[in-house]
DNA sequence: GTGAAAGCGCTAACAC
DNA sequence: GTGTTAGCGCTTTCAC
């Protein structure tokens, strides 16, 4: 281990001004009383000597780290790096850095990172869940830790949580296609145990009964990510050997409108022509993608940088919120009047 | 602010156990001699208190924190996307967390997050450069604090680099075209100032000059992203009202290749048909695209992961690295042999 | 306004 | 093997 050279201290800086070390401690933080002038001189000794505050100390002392944990599970999606941005960037305005953990959908690395988070004393957790277990979120709810839950709610868990109206998105989807005389729709939806996909389905059913009651639903269940997408449609559709027979399909999420794309392309079935095809979350390819998708648009950095204020406002005064972003349609090409 | 409980400290542990608190602490920390037995007691204690070890009390102790930062142009961009996420998954092996804090391509903002990062005393850090200024750069050299630069190479700054071979890979994509019998080449680079930018430049020339030195090649610049270019592929083509004459087109990346085909579809000029294309970095969506994308494949994640070894060296024997990664073509439906 | 002294939670040296 | 002591760099009383 190579010796590293140590970093300048308040005391040396002390010593070199001739002040005392509380008094340049107060100098640097801007606290307390201190002559103008003697803080000037401070100010000028640090700099020259090069001075950067310990954050570690004063962490250890003020019992605040200004730092915040984020957990997701997967910073490469696009959806959750957009939303990382956002509490990135929010933060940085307070004042906080956050350290990043990855799950990669397995509850056990939720609850080591959560481990790992606290013991580096975080102020608090911005975390989109794993879902398919919630005790450790159950732990941070019990013990007080601050916490904000992206993406999803339990019912059983009293905490703060920031959504996108998953329900409405779902409802815009399926009005879109009513609309415009689609009468078979598939949904392609993310596993029932998550709270989007039960949202979003029951968005999609509501429109339906107001819209359109003799209009045609079926729903079929993926796992995450663009190859199970993929694989499951493939095998849903392999199944029905007989004719392609829906005119409108909604995913639950744009990466898996791109797979149910790529899938129907191959079989030489025509989007828009064929088969309509409505997306969620508006990430940046879908404008780029071919034809550009027609999607529900949600507000990622939004809803990263609202979540980071609640929890600082949870932090502050205990208030706890549940807060759901609005969200659009966004009408690009994928779907046509029928 | 609402009153926080206190973490159990290692005090109670030795308060409750009935051990002194060196002792607790040897136990906790796997370090020197303690008893099995007592060991055992002590951890029984600390499970059942439900104790947490202070990293930042121990990091300001040990003056090791544990942490590294991680300097990125923009985590939403895939190609950062996924090394972060190589950088993430290393460090968490070797009981590492990281901060990540994006510049958006701001000289300033770099300045900054390098200088909160040292504030919070990290160990190293992992930098995707702005290139405009490396000043800041510079100065953690002098002052030797462990660092790796990602994807560029300062001839001025002796330090650690970890890049993929762009050259090779500008050299592979020239080639492919070349030996497919493409004549007319244009190169949509990035900024000339960049490392990667000349690198992959250069490679191109001398696929050029080797295999086909007849072959025309034209080389324009555009700043990053999508929408830059976008603009200037557009004002270029707009600029040269005659027919489109290349046949051939190699970008600086995917998404500026994204960018190309959205400018070439929307002008009636067909991919691979009229025009082939070639890629760079191989981001996911480059084989969901219509035509797919020809690439070169870097390995992202690997540079960020082999980032983090290489800074866990650099801090523990002083030792400088240099490292380039192999790239390979990916041959996909975007060129044709003419 | 400024300084002295205590202590945040932990680890390292050194006794015993 | 275990305990005593000092101290990492900072902030916070509380004197003066």
Redesign the interface.
């Known amino acids: ?2 010796k ?2 140590d ?1 300048v201290t308040i005391k040396d800086v002390a010593k070199i001004s001739g002040y005392s070390i509380n008094t340049v401690s107060r100098a640097l933080g801007n606290r307390g009383y201190v002559k103008r002038e003697t803080k000037e001189k401070i100010l000028k000794v640090a700099s020259e000597l090069g001075y ?6 004063s ?2 002392r003020t ?1 605040r ?1 200004h ?1 915040v944990g984020v957990v997701v599970v ?3 999606n ?1 959806f959750y ?2 939303v ?2 956002g509490v ?2 929010e933060a ?1 305005k307070y004042g906080y ?6 799950t990669d959908r397995s509850y056990e690395n939720e609850e080591k990172a959560i ?7 975080v102020e608090g957790l911005i975390i989109t869940a794993v879902q398919t277990k919630n005790d450790d979120l159950k732990r941070l709810v019990d ?2 830790i601050p916490n904000v839950i992206i993406g999803s709610k339990f019912d059983e868990l009293v905490t703060n949580y920031v959504c996108s109206d998953d329900e409405k998105g779902g409802y815009l989807a399926a009005k879109h296609l009513l609309e415009n005389n689609h009468k078979k729709l598939l949904l392609v939806n993310a596993e029932k145990y998550k709270y989007a996909s039960k949202m979003r389905e029951l968005g999609v059913r509501k429109a339906i009964s107001e819209i359109n009651v003799s209009a045609k639903l079926e729903v079929i269940y993926s796992k995450d990510g ?1 190859d199970n997408g993929y694989d499951t449609f493939v095998k849903f559709i392999e199944k029905n050997k007989t004719k392609f027979e829906y005119d409108g399909i909604i995913c639950y999420n744009d990466v898996y409108a ?1 797979a149910v794309m ?1 899938a129907l ?1 191959e079989r030489g079935i025509r989007i828009p022509d064929d088969v309509s095809i409505v997306g969620f979350d508006d990430i ?2 879908s404008s ?3 034809p550009s998708l027609t999607t529900v648009r949600t507000d990622k950095p939004k809803l990263g940088a609202e979540a980071f204020r609640i929890l600082m406002n949870n ?4 208030s706890v919120t549940e807060l759901t972003l609005p969200v659009e349609l966004v009408v690009r090409n994928s779907t046509i009047k029928r």
């Open positions: 281990m190579v590293k050279k970093f950067m505050r310990n954050c570690a100390a962490a250890l019992k780290s730092i997967d910073n490469t696009p790096a957009e990382i941005k990135e960037l940085k850095t956050i350290i990043l953990i990855n481990e790992i988070l606290l013991q580096r004393r013990e007080k663009f791109f790529k392309k940046y390819f780029i993608v071919e932090i502050e005064s205990g």
